[in-house]
């Protein structure tokens, strides 16, 4: 059977290692698996979501608020912002879907870094745009405007924090960068780790609000996947002058959010204390990785989410380390094929933490 010929060169998008292959593959029991692979918050979500889940379940049989009225007017008083300059997806990945395919096509171009976010690529290659990619594995601004001025663009992706890597751009050289660029161009600012980024460093912060009243071609894009500890239920939204949003709703199927997913996402929005204590913690035992980086005399990026990139370089194999890992009930993410020797580990809690840098400790004495 024949289909387009540009999805030959889309690779699928690898997601971190479930437990249950673990299970599966090697026998370890569930209790035993450590799962720091996903950035997903290993304190799990607000005690108040799951009660609020358990007394909605009853009405699973019925279809969702198709408008996610609530959730949209909840979102609009935490951001200052009005509800028609929100739109609520399966996750930030369905909108990133949408933004791609409301302005490109196989004429188009489409900018990003060398190291990000994969499925900006994913999504940029099923509408057979051509994809331009920075030098620097980082964020590069300089090179990335080099590319804006060379060949142009229809949409342009910075993911701030950026992911897998973990660094951030402060809000001053972005809005330096973002005064150059055409009113024509669609520019993604992906906030999926800003309550992180934020909370670390006020320089590195972006507030949506700002940022689309000052760039009318800018879309904000957020998650409750992470700091929300909401992965599960698959919810994102974006926030964007009214008349992007109107666009990409065209594009949107129906009931693209689960009643239990909206019901959970407003009720998540309502206990902040859950997620500042999450990112509190995050930080204390970030620094356990630095340290133990640092003693021997590893590189890491200096991370504004809840993950730590550590660069191997000649030291180490990561594909091994990794290997080694999955062996031991632990999950951590390999970066080797981003083009590095690396490993990006989640920020678990103290009880993961101290387990696997102790096995980390053993396998770099080994190796």
């Given at each position: 059977m024949q289909f387009n010929k540009y999805l030959n060169d889309i690779?699928?998008?690898?997601?971190?290692?479930?437990?249950?292959?673990?299970?599966?593959?090697?026998g370890i029991k569930e209790k035993d698996i450590i799962k720091?692979?996903?950035?997903?918050?290993?304190?799990?979500?607000?005690?108040?979501?799951i009660f609020k889940i358990y007394a909605f379940a009853k009405n699973m049989f019925r279809y969702p608020?198709?408008?996610?009225?609530e959730l949209k007017e909840a979102l609009a008083r935490k951001f200052y912002v009005h509800n028609s300059n929100i739109l609520v997806g399966a996750g930030s990945d369905q909108l990133i879907d949408l933004c791609v395919r409301a302005k490109c096509n196989e004429s188009s171009k489409i900018l990003m870094a060398k190291t990000t976010f994969s499925m900006y690529e994913i999504c940029a290659k099923q509408t057979n745009a051509k994809v331009l990619k920075t030098k620097d594995h980082t964020h590069n601004l300089e090179q990335l405007y080099s590319l804006y001025k060379k060949y142009g663009a229809d949409l342009i992706f910075l993911?701030?924090?950026?992911?897998?890597l973990g660094e951030a751009l402060d809000k001053k050289e972005v809005y330096t960068f973002l005064r150059k660029i055409d009113k024509n161009t669609l520019v993604v600012i992906d906030g999926v780790y800003q309550e992180f980024a934020s909370f670390k460093d006020k320089r590195k912060q972006i507030i949506p609000k700002h940022l689309i009243n000052k760039f009318s071609n800018c879309i904000y894009l957020g998650s409750f996947s992470k700091a929300y500890g909401l992965g599960g239920m698959r919810v994102g939204?974006?926030?964007?002058?009214?008349?992007?949003?109107?666009?990409?709703?065209?594009?949107?199927i129906p009931f693209n959010v689960s009643s239990l997913s909206l019901i959970a996402a407003n009720e998540a929005l309502k206990d902040e204390e859950f997620v500042t204590e999450s990112i509190q913690k995050n930080f204390l035992e970030m620094k356990r990785y630095e340290e133990f980086a640092e003693k021997r005399g590893i590189n890491y990026i200096n991370s504004y989410t809840?993950?730590?990139?550590?660069?191997?370089?000649?030291?180490?194999?990561?594909?091994?380390?990794?290997?080694?890992?999955?062996l031991k009930g632990i999950i951590i993410r390999d970066l080797s094929s981003y083009g590095v020797n690396s490993i990006r580990i989640t920020i678990g809690t103290n009880k993961e933490n101290t387990i696997v840098l102790d096995q980390l400790e053993k396998l770099f004495q080994y190796y």
């Amino acid at each position: 059977m024949q289909f387009n010929k540009y999805l030959n060169d889309i690779h699928t998008y690898e997601a971190g290692k479930p437990i249950e292959l673990l299970i599966r593959k090697y026998g370890i029991k569930e209790k035993d698996i450590i799962k720091l692979a996903s950035n997903e918050n290993p304190y799990g979500t607000s005690p108040k979501v799951i009660f609020k889940i358990y007394a909605f379940a009853k009405n699973m049989f019925r279809y969702p608020d198709d408008s996610m009225y609530e959730l949209k007017e909840a979102l609009a008083r935490k951001f200052y912002v009005h509800n028609s300059n929100i739109l609520v997806g399966a996750g930030s990945d369905q909108l990133i879907d949408l933004c791609v395919r409301a302005k490109c096509n196989e004429s188009s171009k489409i900018l990003m870094a060398k190291t990000t976010f994969s499925m900006y690529e994913i999504c940029a290659k099923q509408t057979n745009a051509k994809v331009l990619k920075t030098k620097d594995h980082t964020h590069n601004l300089e090179q990335l405007y080099s590319l804006y001025k060379k060949y142009g663009a229809d949409l342009i992706f910075l993911c701030l924090p950026n992911n897998p890597l973990g660094e951030a751009l402060d809000k001053k050289e972005v809005y330096t960068f973002l005064r150059k660029i055409d009113k024509n161009t669609l520019v993604v600012i992906d906030g999926v780790y800003q309550e992180f980024a934020s909370f670390k460093d006020k320089r590195k912060q972006i507030i949506p609000k700002h940022l689309i009243n000052k760039f009318s071609n800018c879309i904000y894009l957020g998650s409750f996947s992470k700091a929300y500890g909401l992965g599960g239920m698959r919810v994102g939204f974006a926030i964007a002058k009214k008349s992007i949003i109107k666009k990409l709703y065209k594009l949107r199927i129906p009931f693209n959010v689960s009643s239990l997913s909206l019901i959970a996402a407003n009720e998540a929005l309502k206990d902040e204390e859950f997620v500042t204590e999450s990112i509190q913690k995050n930080f204390l035992e970030m620094k356990r990785y630095e340290e133990f980086a640092e003693k021997r005399g590893i590189n890491y990026i200096n991370s504004y989410t809840n993950f730590i990139t550590l660069n191997l370089d000649n030291k180490y194999d990561s594909s091994k380390i990794v290997d080694e890992l999955l062996l031991k009930g632990i999950i951590i993410r390999d970066l080797s094929s981003y083009g590095v020797n690396s490993i990006r580990i989640t920020i678990g809690t103290n009880k993961e933490n101290t387990i696997v840098l102790d096995q980390l400790e053993k396998l770099f004495q080994y190796y």
